[in-house]
């Protein structure tokens, strides 16, 4: 095997011990969709797919079951053999293609699987019926499953009670890059970016190695965003509609609770969202919450109330998402350039969020700054809804040391500058917090910036900081 990619390294070790292993495996890789999936198993086992075929999109069952059939027949299956005529048929035909394969270990990967199965296809009784009957007893067997249908991916065929029940022997999922990785490819690309530059595109594209791969080395960091958003033609500019169609069923209900969401900066909880959206308050917001959650599109957590959870807030953290809203979503002002807007209150506005997710997604980053990577946490949002006298924390690391870090996230062009007032703001969140039933922790002050608080009379406040370059480690 051969790699030649970018992070990846927990995955990478779990696919070469299942590689080396002494018996047959099945391998599930979820994650959303441009994540990089198919890339990450083509580049790792290029030299040992035996078969590989992708589903596709929308397509009925006889068109499934012809791009099976053909890739059979590339990869060498004798062309004198019939179509199937359903997918135990097809099944039955890739166990006779495997048995005329020499190979040690032989992988085979169905990419897109959720594609495949259509309604009343019997693809999965199938497929269970080739791993059961077949596959799982001959000891050298890879079979890996690719879906960008995280959702799918979790209830047909991870959490399946069937007879593919406890079957899957190793489950990844793979999560978008880390600023660092973001990094290292953009500097196999030939960029020279500072890593401010790379802030700005990771709460733009949010780590999704695709749209990263867009970028033209040769075009400023400003010429690229206009080039691939605010033509008429760019590249990412309808991919908001393609996502989700791709990946939700009912995309349309999907598409109101990410709107909803999108509207209220700190998150809504259950109730709040089907107030706002008019969304039928059955099973259907419920699976709804589930599968953006598990594509990753938005958060769940508990708001701290004395070291407990209580009523669920989901927060929408998906990058593109929150871009796409903005800037780009139609009936928006035409926004002229990237450069045009930046430093106008929309901009400011949307980096402030964009911000906050991006360091909430860099919480080992961030414990490693602190000292604290050893320490076992728990992470909240707070917020004091009292009228008129609210207060909202963005980001609360409860420690097992009895220890809070009460975290204020700021974006700035330059070094934050603590006055008067902010820092009475700052003291007024830190007295309602201490002032919680039961709280008996000690508690620090943490800022995290892109460049740091600036040292005045009001910065004194501040116990510890995290900067942008502490969240690249």
Same mark, same amino acid.
């Given at each position: 095997?051969?790699s030649?990619?970018? %992070?990846?390294?927990?995955?990478?070790?779990?696919l070469?011990?299942?590689?080396?292993?002494?018996?047959?495996?099945?391998?599930?890789?979820?994650?959303?969709?441009? @994540? /990089?999936?198919?890339?990450?198993?083509?580049?790792?086992?290029?030299?040992?797919?035996?078969?590989?075929?992708?589903?596709?999109?929308?397509a009925? !069952?006889?068109?499934?079951?012809?791009?099976?059939?053909?890739?059979?027949?590339?990869? %060498?299956?004798?062309?004198?053999?019939?179509?199937?005529?359903?997918?135990?048929?097809?099944?039955?035909?890739?166990?006779?293609?495997?048995?005329?394969?020499?190979?040690k270990?032989?992988?085979v990967?169905?990419?897109?699987?959720?594609?495949?199965? $259509?309604?009343?296809?019997?693809?999965?009784?199938a497929?269970?019926?080739?791993?059961?009957?077949?596959?799982?007893?001959?000891?050298?067997?890879?079979?890996?499953?690719?879906?960008?249908?995280?959702?799918?991916?979790?209830?047909?065929?991870?959490?399946?009670?069937?007879?593919?029940?406890?079957?899957?022997?190793?489950?990844?999922?793979?999560?978008?890059?880390?600023?660092?990785?973001?990094?290292?490819?953009?500097?196999?690309?030939?960029?020279?970016?500072?890593?401010?530059?790379?802030?700005?595109?990771?709460?733009?594209?949010?780590?999704?190695?695709?749209?990263?791969?867009?970028?033209?080395?040769?075009?400023?960091?400003s010429?690229?965003?206009?080039?691939?958003?605010?033509?008429?033609?760019? &590249?990412?500019?309808?991919?908001?509609?393609?996502?989700?169609?791709?990946?939700?069923?009912?995309?349309?209900?999907y598409? !109101?609770?990410?709107?909803?969401?999108?509207?209220?900066?700190?998150?809504?909880?259950?109730?709040?969202?089907?107030?706002?959206?008019?969304?039928?308050?059955?099973?259907?917001?419920?699976?709804?919450?589930?599968?953006?959650?598990?594509?990753?599109?938005?958060?769940?957590?508990?708001?701290?109330?004395? /070291?407990?959870?209580?009523?669920?807030?989901?927060?929408?953290?998906?990058?593109? $998402?929150?871009?796409?809203?903005?800037?780009?979503?139609?009936?928006?002002?035409?926004?002229?350039?990237?450069?045009?807007?930046? /430093?106008?209150?929309?901009?400011?506005?949307?980096?402030?969020?964009?911000?906050?997710?991006?360091?909430?997604?860099?919480?080992?980053?961030?414990?490693?700054?602190?000292g604290? &990577?050893?320490?076992?946490?728990?992470?909240?949002?707070?917020?004091?809804?009292?009228?008129?006298?609210g207060?909202?924390?963005?980001?609360?690391?409860?420690?097992?040391?009895?220890?809070?870090?009460?975290?204020?996230?700021?974006?700035?062009?330059?070094?934050?500058?603590?006055?008067?007032d902010?820092?009475?703001?700052?003291?007024?969140?830190i007295?309602?917090?201490?002032?919680?039933?039961?709280?008996?922790?000690?508690?620090?002050?943490?800022?995290?910036?892109?460049?740091?608080v !600036?040292?005045n009379?009001?910065?004194?406040? @501040?116990?510890?900081?995290?900067?942008l370059?502490?969240?690249?480690?």
């Open positions: 095997m051969k030649n990619i970018i %992070g990846r390294e927990k995955e990478i070790q779990e070469e011990d299942v590689y080396n292993s002494k018996k047959s495996e099945f391998v599930a890789i979820c994650g959303r969709r441009r @994540v /990089g999936k198919t890339f990450l198993i083509e580049e790792l086992f290029e030299n040992e797919i035996v078969f590989k075929t992708a589903g596709v999109a929308n009925s !069952k006889l068109s499934q079951l012809k791009t099976f059939y053909r890739e059979l027949i590339a990869r %060498g299956l004798p062309p004198e053999k019939e179509e199937p005529k359903d997918w135990i048929d097809a099944f039955f035909m890739l166990r006779s293609f495997l048995e005329r394969q020499k190979s270990r032989k992988v990967v169905i990419d897109e699987l959720p594609w495949f199965d $259509t309604p009343k296809s019997g693809f999965m009784q497929l269970e019926n080739f791993w059961n009957s077949w596959a799982a007893s001959q000891h050298n067997i890879i079979l890996i499953v690719c879906g960008s249908a995280t959702s799918w991916m979790m209830n047909t065929l991870i959490n399946n009670y069937g007879g593919l029940y406890n079957r899957v022997t190793c489950n990844i999922f793979l999560n978008p890059f880390t600023l660092k990785e973001c990094e290292r490819m953009l500097q196999e690309k030939g960029f020279n970016l500072s890593r401010y530059e790379i802030a700005e595109l990771y709460m733009i594209f949010g780590g999704i190695p695709f749209y990263i791969d867009k970028l033209k080395p040769d075009m400023s960091l010429q690229n965003i206009d080039n691939i958003f605010f033509r008429p033609n760019g &590249s990412l500019r309808n991919e908001f509609d393609n996502l989700y169609k791709a990946l939700f069923k009912n995309s349309e209900d598409v !109101k609770v990410v709107s909803a969401l999108y509207s209220r900066k700190a998150g809504l909880t259950r109730k709040e969202i089907l107030e706002t959206t008019g969304i039928n308050s059955g099973g259907g917001i419920t699976e709804i919450l589930k599968n953006l959650t598990w594509c990753g599109f938005i958060r769940p957590y508990d708001e701290y109330k004395a /070291g407990r959870g209580e009523d669920i807030t989901y927060q929408l953290v998906d990058f593109y $998402t929150l871009f796409y809203f903005q800037f780009i979503k139609p009936g928006r002002k035409s926004r002229g350039s990237w450069t045009s807007i930046q /430093g106008k209150p929309e901009f400011n506005s949307w980096a402030g969020i964009s911000f906050e997710r991006l360091a909430v997604n860099h919480i080992s980053q961030i414990k490693q700054k602190l604290i &990577s050893g320490v076992e946490t728990s992470e909240y949002s707070w917020r004091d809804n009292t009228p008129g006298e207060a909202q924390i963005d980001l609360v690391i409860e420690r097992a040391d009895n220890t809070v870090n009460i975290c204020e996230i700021k974006f700035s062009v330059n070094e934050f500058s603590i006055d008067n902010y820092e009475m703001n700052l003291r007024n969140k007295a309602r917090f201490i002032n919680l039933p039961r709280f008996s922790k000690s508690v620090q002050l943490t800022f995290i910036s892109t460049y740091g !600036k040292r009379t009001h910065s004194g406040i @501040v116990n510890n900081e995290v900067v370059d502490d969240l690249f480690a």
